[in-house]
Nanobody, 126 residues
């Protein structure tokens, strides 16, 4: 499956953005979707995951309550809705997919994902 993250941009603190990750070459509904981010000079870190088959989403503590994952099966796309953005959310955001499924509350390592989109840059100004 091929992924292509998009929707990044410049936003003021407190604002919102919705990132999109359309998939081709496979049904995204049969893949677990993950979002990761990488700030300059830092390691790529887990943000959110939603397992296929109706799994409940899990979120990193730093974004819990502000970010949500939405699936649009008709468009074969997964969205990351980001609200109440903070300057520390500034990073390149990557979507990823795997056929594995994870328990709620489990934060999968990036190595658990087989397919990656290119990053989309999110910049939050203070």
């Amino acid at each position: 499956v091929q992924l292509q993250a998009c929707g990044g941009g410049l936003v003021q603190a407190g604002g919102s953005l919705r990132l999109s990750c359309p998939a081709s070459g496979g049904r995204f509904s049969l893949y677990t979707a993950g979002w990761f981010r990488q700030a300059p000079g830092k390691e790529r870190e887990f943000v959110a995951v939603n397992s296929w088959g109706g799994g409940i989403s899990s979120f990193a503590d730093s974004v819990k309550g502000r970010f949500t994952i939405q699936r649009d099966s008709a468009k074969n796309t997964v969205h990351l809705q980001m609200n109440s953005l903070k300057p520390e959310d500034t990073a390149a955001y990557y979507c990823a997919a795997t056929r594995s499924r994870f328990s709620t509350g489990y934060y999968p390592n990036r190595n658990r994902f087989d397919y990656w989109g290119q990053g989309t840059l999110v910049t939050v100004s203070s």
